[in-house]
């Protein structure tokens, strides 16, 4: 209902599905169009949603002129796309779930391995889209609400006012186990 399943990506605004909350499918800068099935979208280099998360079909021609590596990045593929100037995507309005884990421990753990990959990789110089450039302000307001509990009710109840929804608690519940995950009490 997120739209996304790590909530910094609603604060930061880069997310690809359709969120209860903003009741907008990204915040990033992208020029569509409705065609009925699907959304026709332009993308900028600068600022990305995470296009590709959830899996995405790309023309061989195009994919080869990018450079694969071991340890495949779908938003550095896209971002490199964009830079050869291959910035038309077509966005299908077909979700796609995928259910990775049976239990909330088991998402910390892969949320854990994200972090770790993240960080491992960033300083191996191997990610090409610049992550830095996404807001620090951003980052500072997503602090800020999950050290404070009265904004992340307030998306609770937008949320929820879209969409009702038990899992909607999870919401508040998420910040004690995700700061558990990051290492803070």
């Keep these: 209902m997120l739209g ?42 600068k600022k990305l949603p995470t296009i590709g998360a959830n899996g995405f079909l790309v023309r061989r021609d195009a994919l ?13 593929i896209v971002y490199e796309l964009i830079t050869q100037r291959k910035n038309k995507f077509a966005k299908v309005k077909v979700g796609i779930v995928h259910l990775f884990s049976g239990d909330v421990f088991t998402f910390i753990k892969k ?38 509990v009265l904004p992340l009710v307030s998306q609770l109840l937008r949320g929820y006012w879209r969409k009702q929804d038990r899992a909607w608690w999870f919401h508040i519940y998420w910040r004690d186990i995700n700061n558990s995950a990051a290492g803070c009490t």
Excluded: H
């Design 111 to 148: 949320q854990r391995r994200r972090i770790k990959d993240y960080a491992y990789y960033k300083e191996q110089k191997l990610r090409k889209y610049p992550w830095g450039e996404l807001g620090k302000l951003k980052l500072l307001k997503f602090i800020v609400y999950t050290v404070t």
């Design 64 to 76: 080869m002129g990018c450079s694969i590596d071991d340890y495949l990045f779908d938003i550095d």
């Design 4 to 45: 996304m399943n790590d909530p910094l990506c609603l604060f930061l605004g880069n997310y690809d599905r359709m969120c209860m909350v903003t009741g907008k499918w990204t915040e990033m800068p992208v020029i569509e169009e409705d065609k009925g099935n699907y959304i026709k979208i332009e993308l900028d280099d």
